[in-house]
């Protein structure tokens, strides 16, 4: 007897209340497992949405036979539903390989997932595409024949476009295990989804073009898919065509030397030249792939003048793109011609570009200009990217001043820091005073690498003053960044060095009359102890802690408590019972009941 959907589900729901609300010795288990196939049907989306999280649970309860004979149809009949229950249902179909029997039975989780790949909503639908392809490398060749092709076939012909974007992304992954007549058929299909109606279809074609040239034979590469990607390199909508660009790396790949002359080149000059900056911001976005797939005599005859253009783009947004490329691309050339092309093709435009009225410009190339010191080499750096440098670090824009900064060991490793420091100076000043907090704290946590490369003289002379100030700024993050630095600055320095010159204007600030500086002090002391070790600590800096003990302010109190607590550890026992402990005991007596929650912690913690 056939039973209608809903009446499949009702069976076994049927079954299962009674089988669970019976005397009989039934596991009682089965009663919650029959609620949550229920609440399948809730009209309670989050209701529906936990439950289909749960379909592991309900599939493991039911058994594989039944997975397969009653749920699996019942979600394929009830497909509709609220796009956040679908997408969750698209991610569960995809791992549910072993609840259906294994690979033998993978194939009747198709019907449900093709019904998910053609809904309205794109991230369904991509989900849904994702645990197809997941599940298709568990079909055996003759089941990937007999269920997973005809399945893509129906896509790619559907009366929808959704269910024709979807079919795009389904080629790649099921071609190389086919029989002749059958890979024939999908490259047929695939060639009607590149020349579709809907733009839609395009782009998605477009996008998986390259994947689905990687797994096609060669001779087809050339006699089917390039022919389709030349046509979509040229199709009206831009949104195709910036799209067929990211197919040029894997064609490239897979082409011999002479063939990316004939084929390939053509299209990505016409790509880097097109009427549309999103077209161009692509080619600059994925040139050094492109660089490394075309090989070194192209580059040389072709890519450098067209990277040269893209830099010197009317638009900004495809100007900052290539900036973002000049260190790999210049890397990447080939050893024989490398200084040269820079020298006399890549400087001049890095040195408009320095100078560029677009800020995201500015602040792109300054993140990797200084990786061309290696390449280049002491003399040509000293000559021509010093004074780069030097413009840069005095930049109104303080993400160029910042990325200069960050990425000065390219340049300490080739000429030494010494020529950078009288310039540097005053702009790690200007930028450690930045209205914006998010700018000071940038430039608190490359401090430590700083330190290393300018020494301790002219850190001590220069910046130790700065690192001081960031303790008492207004924002907490900025105060909490700054105890983290002194710890970095001890270990680079050493503790000899932290007891001369931080300690003492450390523990100075437990007498401020901010208690948020007096907290400060604590917090230095926190991370301060791990760094020096425990006689530094016990000598100079627990004396301050003790004192604090007795401050008026109650959040002080019981910060003592949990500095005690945390440099314990690093004290002697002598230390811990004759200070340490007896600090505790009264503080645990104290009149605030946080104070005395985190005493009796601490004296929990260190064993009293």
């Known amino acids: 007897m056939l039973l209608k959907p809903g009446e499949r589900i009702t069976l076994v729901l049927g079954v299962y209340y009674r089988m669970a609300s019976s ?153 190389a295990r086919l029989s002749a007549a059958l890979k024939a058929e999908l490259r047929n299909h695939f060639r009607n989804l590149c ?97 490394k797939a075309v090989g070194p005599e192209i580059t040389k005859t072709d890519l450098v003048p067209a990277f040269q253009n893209l830099l010197k783009d009317c638009e900004a947004e495809v100007r900052a793109a290539a900036a973002h490329k000049v260190k790999d691309f210049c890397q990447n050339l080939p050893q024989e011609i490398q200084e040269p092309v820079i020298m006399n093709n890549i400087l001049p435009c890095i040195k408009e570009l320095v100078a560029d009225a677009n800020q995201h410009v500015k602040s792109a190339l300054a993140s990797v200009i200084m990786g061309l010191s290696p390449i280049l080499g002491k003399q040509n750096t000293i000559e021509h990217l010093l004074p780069l440098f030097l413009s840069q670090l005095k930049d109104e824009c303080p993400d160029v001043r910042l990325n200069i900064i960050s990425n000065l060991d390219c340049v300490n490793e080739v000429i030494g820091i010494t020529q950078l420091s009288q310039s540097l100076l005053p702009a790690i000043v200007e930028l450690a005073e930045d209205s914006k907090w998010r700018v000071r704290l940038a430039i608190i946590e490359y401090m430590p690498l700083l330190a290393g490369q300018l020494g301790v003289e002219f850190f001590d002379e220069k910046l130790n003053t700065l690192c001081m100030t960031w303790l008492v700024d207004h924002v907490f993050a900025i105060r909490e960044a700054a105890t983290q630095n002194l710890k970095k600055l001890v270990e680079k320095f050493g503790s000899e060095w932290a007891t001369n010159t931080v300690i003492p204007k450390v523990l100075t600030m437990s007498q401020d009359q901010n208690y948020l500086h007096r907290m400060t002090c604590l917090f230095c002391v926190n991370v301060l102890a791990e760094a020096c070790g425990p006689e530094i600590t016990a000598k100079f800096m627990l004396p301050t802690v003790l004192n604090l003990a007795s401050d008026n302010v109650a959040n002080v109190r019981f910060n003592v408590a949990k500095t005690l607590q945390r440099i314990g550890p690093v004290l002697d026992n002598a230390a811990l019972e004759s200070q340490v402990k007896p600090c505790l005991d009264k503080l645990n007596n104290d009149t605030d009941m946080d104070v005395r929650y985190f005493a009796s912690e601490a004296l929990g913690v260190l064993g009293a």
């Open 23 to 175: 005397d009989s010795n039934t596991d009682d288990s089965l009663y919650p497992i029959a609620v949550l196939i229920d609440e399948l049907r809730n009209e309670d989306v989050q209701l529906r949405l936990n439950s289909i999280k749960k379909l592991s649970t309900i599939a493991l309860a039911l058994g594989v036979e039944r997975t397969r004979s009653e749920l699996i149809p019942f979600l394929t009949d009830t497909i509709y539903d609220e796009d956040e229950v679908l997408l969750a249902l698209a991610e569960q179909l995809g791992t549910f390989t072993p609840l259906v029997g294994g690979s033998e039975y993978v194939h009747c989780l198709l019907p449900p997932l093709e019904s998910l790949a053609t809904v309205e909503e794109t991230v369904v639908r991509d989900k849904a595409v994702e645990s197809l392809r997941n599940i298709s490398q568990q079909h055996s060749s003759a089941d990937l024949e007999q269920y997973f092709v005809p399945l893509v076939k129906r896509l790619a012909s559907g009366d929808w476009f959704t269910s024709r974007t979807s079919a795009c992304g389904l080629f790649g992954v099921c071609y």
């Open 195 to 291: 020349q579709d109606d809907t733009p839609m279809v395009r782009r998605a074609a477009a996008s998986k073009l390259g994947e689905f040239a990687y797994v096609v034979e060669l001779d087809y590469v050339k006699s089917d898919l390039i022919p389709l990607w030349a046509n979509l390199a040229q199709d009206e909508q831009d949104s195709v065509r910036l799209l067929a660009v990211e197919a040029c790396v894997s064609i490239s790949e897979l082409l011999p030397q002479d063939d990316i002359e004939q084929y390939v080149m053509p299209i990505l000059r016409q790509a880097a030249e097109d009427k549309s900056w999103r077209v161009r911001y692509m080619v600059a976005d994925k040139f050094n792939e492109i660089q």
